[in-house]
């Protein structure tokens, strides 16, 4: 916040100095202090601005920005999460883990060409996903695991997430739940999942 008072103070600085300077000085040279303030203030203003957006973001916690949420509904002990996360930030975010009120165990998941096809395997890591770019959880791919479900997940039910980043930043997400047919991976350690 004092960096925008700061910035402010600067600006308001540069105008009264071209308004002097127009006051008392020549045509041209009036014309190009105003010119030169108005730049400054324009800076000084977006600067501001993106700064205030900023503070807006971490406030809120929204580190990244998740669209096409959706779990697969499901009467199994465990359920996969899908959608597009985008980090629109200019550094690179690393997403660790998952949390979830349903079932009691949530991982980041993988999925690995195996000996009978495809297998997921919990991503130990984690996913990063660089400044400006996406990471795509989708079946058969990367994606969200739900395991130890204590009830079914039926069409349409909504299910709150909370993303978990490696800075110790939290983002809050929900997605609903959908039928969807396909998957079929084997989990390594040997069980069948139809994520």
Not at 58 to 71: C, H, K, L
Not at 73 to 101: C, R, Y
Not at 182 to 189: A, C, I, P, R, T
Request: include cysteine.
């Amino acid at each position: 916040m004092r960096k925008n008072t700061r910035a402010a103070f600067a600006a308001a600085s540069a105008l009264a100095l071209a308004v002097t300077v127009t006051a008392c000085g020549s045509g041209d040279e009036a014309t190009e202090a105003v010119s030169s303030a108005t730049s400054v203030v324009g800076s000084a203003a977006d600067k501001a601005a993106e700064d205030a957006a900023r503070i807006a973001d971490d406030a809120t916690g929204r580190v990244v920005e998740f669209s096409d949420g959706w779990a697969k509904a499901t009467d199994q002990k465990m359920t996969g999460v899908f959608g597009l996360i985008t980090n629109p930030g200019s550094e690179d975010v690393h997403l660790v883990g998952v949390s979830s009120d349903i079932g009691t165990r949530q991982e980041l998941h993988e999925t690995v060409p195996g000996g009978s096809g495809m297998m997921m395997r919990e991503k130990q890591d984690g996913f990063v996903i660089p400044a400006g770019g996406e990471l795509v959880l989708q079946p058969g791919g990367n994606h969200i695991m739900l395991m130890d479900l204590t009830e079914p997940v039926t069409t349409g039910q909504s299910i709150d997430l909370t993303l978990e980043f490696a800075d110790g930043s939290e983002q809050a997400i929900t997605v609903s739940a959908r039928d969807f047919q396909g998957g079929q991976e084997d989990y390594v350690g040997g069980m069948n999942q139809d994520g």
